[in-house]
């Protein structure tokens, strides 16, 4: 019986030392099998699969570029090189001061300065800034693929600070136009042109407000603002949407040695195409004029006037405001029945009388209000400079 229960002992021990050896082996090769890991076993090294035949890597998010938009709009931004001859005043040596009565001396030098433009179609038009070509003597455009060209001035418009040119090329690029009625703050802006004397450069922003006025910029303000970056030079550049399409003449910026940055404004497209179409159709600008200067005044600078109250006064007047019975310190009240708030509003609606129409004005001398009917004249015109 002992002999028996001694024989089963013996072989349970043995089966279990079997079972664990087992184990042991099939844990060594399988380990996957104790992770609890399913799937195919991955290939020895050296039968490792090809890059090429290995499960697509996975994508990146989308890169955001402006780089459409550039390839539209950067051919047709030219950068236009002037010179004027400036005098200036030598100052006298001291030993000239010390004998006295010594007539001043002057001297003459090339000032040489840079600026960029826009074509605006196929007959070479280009639109840039009046004060890019003020008073130069010399004009020299050079286009985006290298091509030089000496313009000609079709005419200028100081009261808005555009000036357009003509050049003599084939196969030119042009710009499309877009809206500027339509932009919205926030909206992304890009400006293009050759500040410095880099070649091509642009950089980006937003429209940080519209509509703006009242700077001392130009005689009618109407800017975009932005915060992207416009230096020397990139003065009558473009400034383009996400679309590459023109929405502004980039025109000035607000003076860093303020301490100031970021503030950069434009002349909006909507205002561009109306001085480009009557430069263009008659070599000039057409609008109203009185012959009135407006200024603003304050409350306080009203009761030194007498009057009633601020608002915007006659500071200078002549024909046809003079025939008409105007005087200097005559308060503006309405034109046309509109109530004038500022100089500028006055500005902007006598500009749009149509030369030989009667305009209405309604005023305020001392304490009477009176109405009078001028005849519009048309706007005296700047001369443009000659080129050589």
Known sequence: MMARLNRGLTFIAGSVVGGLALAFVIVALRPDLIRGETGPRPAPASAAVPAAASAPATLGPARLT???????????????????????????????????DVLPQYRQRIERSLGSGVIVDQSGHIVTNYHVIANAGAIRVQLADGRIAQPQVVGVDPDTDLAVLKIDLPNLPVITF?????????????????????????????????ARGHLGITTFEDFIQTDAPINFGNSGGALVDTNGEL??????????????????????????????????????????????????ISGTQAQQLGLAHGGVVIAYVGSPGQQAGLEPGDLLLALNGVPVSSAGDARAVIASCKPGSMLTVRYQRGTRQLTVKVKVAEQPQPQPPRTG
């Open 66 to 100: 402006y780089a459409p938009a550039v390839e539209r709009a950067a051919p047709a931004v030219v950068n236009i090189y002037t010179a004027r001859l400036v005098t200036e005043r030598v100052d006298p040596s001291p030993l000239g001061e010390l004998f006295g």
């Open 178 to 210: 877009g809206r500027s009625d339509t932009l919205r703050v926030g909206d992304i802006v890009l400006a293009i042109g050759d500040p410095l004397g880099l070649s091509q450069t642009v950089t980006h922003g937003i429209v940080s407000a519209t």
């Open 247 to 296: 929405v502004g003449i980039n025109t000035a910026i607000v003076a860093k040695s303020l301490g100031v940055e970021g503030i950069g404004f434009a002349i909006p497209v909507d205002l561009v195409r109306g001085v480009l179409h009557d430069i263009i159709k008659y070599g000039r600008v057409i609008r109203g004029w009185i012959g009135i200067v407006p200024e603003d």
